[in-house]
């Protein structure tokens, strides 16, 4: 069985930065793909950014520029450094880690970040 646990959510005004952090526990061996995605509410879940185990990521359209992920394999923990934050950055943020396929998949709790003056 796999836990992720998040932290790091909260209130940031607009401009502002925050950092989340995911660690995972148990059997994640088969693990090779590390992400964050987001839920605002009445939108369905997206993909926020993502990172493999070799190191390479990807990020969305939205905030490409602005977020950063990292990956640390020998901890199992992953993080999202974000900056200049909008509004619509507003969401409940959850991390994943999952198998290239998909077979398997372990999703955090979720955080919730919040970006309001």
């Known amino acids: 069985q796999v836990q992720l646990v998040e932290s790091g959510g909260g209130l940031v005004q607009p401009g502002g930065s925050l950092r989340l952090s995911c660690a995972a526990s148990?059997?994640?061996?088969?693990?090779?793909?590390m992400g964050w995605y987001r839920q605002a509410p009445g939108k369905q879940r997206e993909l926020v950014a993502a990172?493999?185990?070799?190191?390479?990521?990807s990020y969305a359209d939205s905030v490409e520029g602005r977020f950063t992920i990292s990956g640390d394999n020998a901890k199992n923990t992953v993080s999202l450094q974000m900056s200049s934050m909008k509004p619509e950055d507003t969401a409940v943020y959850y991390c994943?880690?999952?198998?290239?396929?998909?077979?398997?998949?372990?999703w955090g709790q979720g955080t919730q970040v919040t970006v309001s003056s």
């Open positions: 148990g059997r994640i061996f088969s693990i090779n793909i």
């Open positions: 990172i493999t185990r070799g190191g390479s990521t």
């Open positions: 994943n880690f999952r198998t290239t396929d998909w077979t398997l998949d372990y």
